[in-house]
């Protein structure tokens, strides 16, 4: 089992920028799919971006595309989503999530971490 650790959110102005980080508890496989996934007040969660550690075109939800990117750095293990153009629909708990298929659905997902609370003042 992986442990994932997510860092970087906060409360930010509409129009505003955050980078949020995960970082797996092992070096990741170079198979292996992290995704950033979401959940908004009352909503379920959704689906936002994901990519494969050894590289390849990044995926993204359509309500995120073109503002945020999701990205991974090799010497630190690390996965971020920067975020950027901000708006209050933004607001939800962003979770880190690793698995091993190329997929949007939760449930192809083996491990999760505890979530970081990202609010957009409006």
């Known amino acids: 089992q992986v442990q994932l650790v997510e860092s970087g959110g906060g409360t930010v102005q509409a129009g505003g920028s955050l980078r949020l980080s995960c970082k797996p508890s092992?070096?990741?496989?170079?198979?292996?799919?992290y995704a950033w996934f979401r959940q908004g007040p009352g909503k379920e969660r959704e689906f936002v971006a994901l990519?494969?550690?050894?590289?390849?075109?990044?995926f993204y939800a359509d309500s995120v595309k073109g503002r945020f990117t999701i990205s991974r750095d090799n010497p630190s293990n690390t996965v971020y989503l920067q975020m950027n153009s901000l708006n209050v629909e933004d607001t939800g708990v962003y979770y880190c999530?690793?698995?091993?298929?190329?997929?949007?659905?939760?449930?192809?997902?083996?491990?999760w971490g505890q979530g970081t609370q990202v609010t957009v003042a409006s």
């Open positions: 999530a690793v698995g091993s298929q190329y997929e949007r659905d939760s449930s192809a997902y083996d491990d």
């Open positions: 092992q070096r990741p496989y170079s198979s292996s799919v």
């Open positions: 990519i494969r550690w050894h590289g390849g075109s990044p």
